[in-house]
Every structure is written in structure tokens, then in C-alpha cells.
């Protein structure tokens, strides 16, 4: 399979083997270091024809340099484009298949052996075959694929509506599309995906107006020696097409985002596609296509779990034998922990405490608060539940204060909550679920109250009013409730004389007028005229309210007694200009950490987001939002580190520099 014969210095093709050139005794630059980009046998050394013909006499089995491979190459594509020896195809075409799959790492050889094969494949078969669904169907090439173009060529000059994979090969094969890792990785499941949605939208297909450009097609080889016209038929040229296609892409690549969370699954356990746990990481459409069986009875269990509550305690480790995650450490993850979050949202449920809501921890040998949340429980990050979130640890912190949190005080909590208008109904349920998680296990003071402090006062107002109508929900108050309250009052700069207040007044919310009816006014009758009056002061009664007076005072004074407490500190964060446009300063300060480190585990990610005072799994979401908007895909990536895709950090250099 190989050309020989003399050399002649003006247009010796380059894989013609001279016989008449030298060759050494041994084979030297195996890895072809010293070859050029365009290689030829005449202008190897004697070491390298040596190396190049023992290659040969083997069969062609020994992994060599990709040059040598080349100049093989190009007598093959030379023999079956100019020669025309169509008795030879089959035979060429499966030696360029073995070589193909040898040498598949190399990205140019790839390339080229492809568009061959493509070319070959057209010449033998006069019927157009479907090309095969890949992400990497263009293969490097920067046009669309001539196998695509022939097949929807034919489509098109029949007049048949294109379907699902039609239009996911043209889709592919376009130039400028670029499956980013989550469409690449999850690819048969985002072309799943694709076909589900794709006959929801276009039952019937899509009828596209064939264009007036006909297909032409030429093959130019990779020795860049010749160049000839491939005989095809008489078929319209897709690719001069830009509509529908692109309105298309765009719904592809938007769906493919909803697989991400599978592709972080698949990078961790590459093994755990066919698992529940990748089920239950599909989108909730797709769900049920192949495994709605299985997630249906796992439903069913949880349903079990919860009985008739609307809320009920359960083991962690029971809930975590239901998603079939093994067993491990008693600690889990940060990141696990989100991720069972999002698994329990595609089933209709959610517990708490939800890493993606709060710092607190879940462990194997624990307990966590199951509730349904029928439309999910994605991650709330507006200042209204963050202040309500606090508010709650407040008020369980003043009634878990005498040792124990009773339901008249969780009843209470969840009235203070439905005062807030701003919440939604599963904005709620979540609260009180935190609530009732939190009766057993309550948060730190400290850390409580400083959470407290960074709120706005109208936020702090309304938790301190909250603890003490929690205070007075069980109908006494004790004098460790007082001094919680005081302690309170004290480090959030209050006076203490408004708790005091509220809890003589028995509420904690201070007097205000209430309407109960609109006031009527109706004739009546005549007042009399004021008549002259003398009052007179019984002494003897007034000594007595005094001595009675001074006696509280005294009671009041041995219960009411101060505790030293620290002040919250206040931090204040520095504010600058975003060096990333779009992107506010501290998020854009917690990019730049990211950056400079290269990449941070998940606690130092979420110390570093809680001191410029953002959620750590919001501050993720947003940057990535950020990203879309930008690069058209996220940038931050997600294991049990937190780090910048590689292949953006330049375009993000690129962007920091110029802001």
C-alpha cells in the first residue's frame, strides 16, 4: 500500500519511497521530533527512512511519530482520489479505520482521517446515511461535515420535515457550536433530553424552505498536493441556512445546564450514570422516561416517612439509604450536602438544614426536618428570608433559653413569620421547618447575634419583638428568659426598657392603634354644661401606692440583673468598583480570591464569602450567572474544591485587566 520510485526534485510527491536513497542501519527519532509539519519520505535522514521502512515491513502494528503515519497517509488519499481505484476502497477504508483508531489522540490526524473517511464513505454508498450523533461530530473540522450536509441535503430535496436528530445533526455539525463539559460528558442524556422536548414542540417536525446554493464538495488533501470534486448529486447545501437552526441551538444549549448537576455527579463517579442517584440528577421531565418505577417507589417511601404531618423529624441515615448514597464518614460533605438537597427537590420534598439556606451540618447519626415543597426548594437568597432565617434563630434562642422549646413557642414563631408579607408559601415551610429543626439543636448566641447585627433595623426590630412574644407564648416567664432578653437588648444596643415593656404589657410588639370598625356618627343628645368641680387627693392612698411601687422595683431589681456581654462587633466591608463589569464589588471581590489562589476547598470558599457577607452557595450561583451573560457558560466549577474553568481564565484575565 505504499508508492515507489526515483525521486525528482520538483514534484516528488511526498510518501513516494525512493529505493535509491540512503538508509541507515538503525532506526533513529522514533517520535518523528525532527520531522517537518508537511513530512516526506525524501526528506527524512537515513536514520529516519530507516525507522519509517521497519514501520512498514511490521505492519504498521509499532506506535511511531504521527509524521511517519502522515506520509503513509498521504499515499492512501492520493491512491483513492487520483488513481480513482474504487477496487481498493473497502481495503483503504479499513486501513484508515485501524490508523484512525491508533492514533485518535492526535488531533490533526484525527481530523484529517475523518474528513477522508467521510469522502470515502460518500463514493461507495449512493444512498445518504445518517451520520451517527456525537459531540464531536465535526471533529476539529471548521465546516459543517459533508456526510451532515449530504443527508439533510436530501431531506431537503425531497421535501420532508426535519425531526429531532435531523435537527440535532445540523445542530451539531454548524461551526460555531460548542458543547460546553456538561453537554459533552452528559450527552446521551441531552440528547434524551433533546428528542422529549423537541416532539413536544414540534410534533409534526419542522419544514425548512431548501436553499438555492447547491452542494458542492471537494476533497483537499492533507499532503496539500491536489484537490478534487467529489460527485454527490444534485442536492441543496444546508449549510447556507442560519434559520431555524440557531433559535434551535440556543434551546439545546440552554438545556443543557439543567444537567449539571449529573455532570458533577458523573466527574466524581464516572459509574453512577444508570444509579437513582443520576436519575434523580435529570431534569424532572426526563425523569420518568426510564426510571419513573424506581423514583415512584422511592416517592412513595418518603411519603411514608412523613405520614399525616405536613413536617416530620426522620435519621439522616435513613433518608440517605433511601437515595442509595453509601455510607461513609459520620461527617458529610458541604458539597453532598447540596447535592442531596437538589436530589430531594426532583422527588417533591425538602428538609432542613439545607446547606444552601444555612451554615449549619448534617450527620449520618443525626435527625433533619422532611417537608414537602411540591414546587421544589431551590436556594433563597432575598434579603427578606435571610432576615426571617435569622429571625427564627432568635426567637428559638430566647425560648430554648429556660432549657426547653415547647410547641406554644414554635406555634408562636410560625405566627411571627406569617406576619412577614413579603414570604412565599414555600418560603415559609421552610422557615418552619428551620424552626423545628433548630428546637433541637439551637444555633450559637454569638454567632446568632451577629448575624443579627448586620441586618437593618427594621429586620432587628422585628426579631427582637419576636423572642419576646416567643418568651410570653408559654404564659410565664422565668428570670434566665429575662436576662436572655436583656443580653439581647444590650448587644444589639437597645434599651433594655423596651423588654421590660413588652413583657408588662404581655407582647412583643409595641402599642399601636388598631381599627376594629370604621367610626359612624349619629345624632344624640346634648351634652350638659361642665359644671365646676373640686378633686380631692386621699394622702393615706397615695403613701400606700408609693410603698407598694417601691417593693416591685426592689423584685424587679433582684431578677432584672445585668450580664456582662460583648457589644457585636461591627465589620465594615470595603466597597470598590467591580474590576469584572457587571458584576457588584464583593462578588467580584470573592472572583478575584478565586483567581489568586487558583482554587479554594468549600470552607475556605465559604469563610472567604461570609466576611464580604454573602451566602456561599448564592455567591456561586450568582458569579455563574454572571458568567452565562458573559462567556455563555458557567465559570466556577464544583467538587470538593471551588476553581475557575481552565479554559476561561484567559478571557477572564482578558476582562479584569480592561475594566
Given amino acids: 500500500m505504499i508508492y515507489v520510485g526515483p525521486t525528482r526534485s520538483y514534484d516528488t510527491p511526498r510518501d513516494r519511497v525512493d529505493p535509491t536513497a540512503r538508509v541507515g542501519l538503525t532506526g533513529e527519532d522514533q517520535l518523528g521530533i525532527a520531522l517537518s509539519y508537511w513530512p516526506s519520505y525524501h526528506a527524512l535522514s537515513p536514520g529516519g527512512r530507516r525507522t519509517y521502512l521497519d514501520w512498514l515491513a511490521g505492519g504498521r502494528t509499532t506506535r511511531v511519530g504521527i509524521g511517519y503515519v502522515f506520509i503513509f497517509f498521504y499515499g492512501l488519499e492520493r491512491r483513492l482520489f487520483v488513481d480513482n481505484a474504487r477496487a481498493e476502497l473497502d481495503v483503504i477504508i479499513a486501513e484508515v479505520e485501524r490508523l484512525y483508531a491508533q492514533y485518535q489522540d492526535n488531533n490533526s490526524f484525527h481530523g484529517y482521517a475523518n474528513r477522508l473517511l467521510t469522502a470515502a464513505r460518500l463514493v461507495r454508498s449512493a444512498a445518504a446515511q445518517a451520520p451517527e450523533l456525537s459531540p464531536d461530530l465535526r ?7 459533508l456526510s451532515v450536509r449530504r443527508y439533510l441535503g436530501g431531506k431537503l430535496a425531497t421535501g420532508e420535515a426535519l425531526q429531532a436528530d435531523d435537527c440535532l445533526l445540523w445542530i451539531l455539525g454548524m461551526p460555531d457550536t460548542y458543547l460546553g463539559a456538561t453537554g459533552r460528558r452528559c450527552f446521551p442524556e441531552l440528547t434524551e433530553l433533546w428528542r ?17 446554493r447547491p452542494l458542492s464538495a471537494q476533497y483537499r488533501a492533507a499532503s496539500s498536493e491536489f484537490q478534487v470534486n467529489l460527485s454527490i448529486g444534485d442536492l441543496p447545501d444546508i449549510a447556507a441556512l442560519t434559520q431555524p437552526v440557531t433559535r434551535l441551538r440556543d434551546l439545546l444549549l440552554s438545556w443543557q445546564s439543567e444537567l449539571d448537576a449529573l455532570s458533577r455527579l458523573l466527574l466524581k463517579r464516572p459509574d453512577a450514570r444508570d444509579t437513582l442517584e443520576g436519575a434523580l440528577c435529570l431534569p424532572s421531565d426526563t425523569v420518568d422516561l426510564r426510571f419513573g418505577e424506581r423514583v415512584g417507589a422511592v416517592r412513595a417511601a418518603m411519603n411514608r416517612l412523613l405520614g399525616d404531618a405536613q413536617m416530620s423529624s426522620a435519621r439522616t441515615r435513613e433518608v440517605l439509604a433511601l437515595l442509595e448514597i453509601e455510607d461513609g464518614d459520620d461527617k458529610l460533605p458541604v458539597t453532598l450536602q447540596r447535592h442531596i438537597a437538589g436530589l430531594l427537590d426532583r422527588l417533591g420534598f425538602a428538609f432542613e438544614p439545607d446547606r444552601r439556606h444555612t451554615e449549619a451540618s448534617l450527620n449520618r447519626d443525626g435527625t433533619l426536618v422532611l417537608f414537602k415543597g411540591p414546587t421544589g426548594a431551590p436556594a433563597q437568597t432575598s434579603a427578606t428570608f435571610i432576615a426571617a432565617r435569622t429571625l427564627v434563630e432568635i426567637a428559638l434562642l430566647a425560648a430554648a433559653s429556660d432549657g426547653e422549646v415547647v410547641p406554644a413557642e414554635l406555634d ?23 424552626a423545628l429543626w433548630l428546637s433541637r439543636d439551637p444555633p450559637r448566641l454569638q454567632a446568632a447575634l451577629k448575624r443579627l447585627g448586620a441586618l437593618p433595623a427594621k429586620a432587628t426590630r422585628a426579631a427582637t419583638q419576636a423572642a419576646v412574644s416567643t418568651v410570653l407564648a408559654d404564659g410565664r416567664v422565668l428570670p434566665v428568659e429575662v436576662r436572655f432578653l436583656e443580653k439581647l437588648h444590650k448587644a444589639l444596643g437597645l434599651p433594655q426598657d423596651e423588654a421590660y415593656a413588652a413583657l408588662h404589657r404581655g407582647t412583643g410588639r409595641a402599642d399601636e392603634p388598631v381599627t376594629v370598625a370604621a367610626a359612624e356618627c349619629a345624632a344624640g343628645v346634648p351634652l350638659p354644661p361642665e359644671a365646676d368641680a373640686v378633686v380631692a387627693f386621699d394622702a393615706t392612698r397615695l403613701a400606700r401606692i408609693r410603698e407598694e411601687t417601691s417593693q416591685v422595683s426592689a423584685l424587679l431589681t433582684s431578677i432584672f ?8 462587633p461591627t465589620r465594615a466591608v470595603a466597597t470598590s468598583s467591580s474590576r469584572f463589569e457587571g458584576l457588584d464589588a464583593r462578588h467580584a471581590d470573592l472572583l478575584s480570591a478565586i483567581l489568586t489562589a487558583g482554587r479554594l476547598d468549600q470552607d475556605a470558599f465559604a469563610a472567604r464569602a461570609r466576611d464580604l457577607k454573602l451566602l456561599p452557595g448564592g455567591a456561586l450561583e450568582t458569579i455563574n450567572e454572571w458568567a452565562f451573560e458573559i462567556f455563555d457558560e458557567a465559570l466556577l466549577e464544583e467538587d470538593d474544591d471551588i476553581y475557575p474553568a481552565s479554559h476561561l481564565r484567559d478571557r477572564l484575565s482578558a476582562l479584569e485587566n480592561a475594566a
Fill in 561 to 568: 440583673i445585668e450580664d456582662p456581654v460583648d457589644a457585636v
Fill in 139 to 145: 471533529a476539529g473540522d471548521w465546516e459543517m461535515p
Fill in 412 to 434: 408562636q414563631v410560625a405566627t411571627d413569620l406569617s406576619a412577614l408579607p413579603e414570604l412565599s408559601i414555600d418560603e415559609l415551610r421552610r422557615l418552619s421547618a428551620h
Fill in 196 to 212: 422529549h422536548r423537541f416532539a413536544q414542540l414540534y410534533p409534526e417536525g419542522i419544514k425548512v424552505r431548501a436553499p438555492k
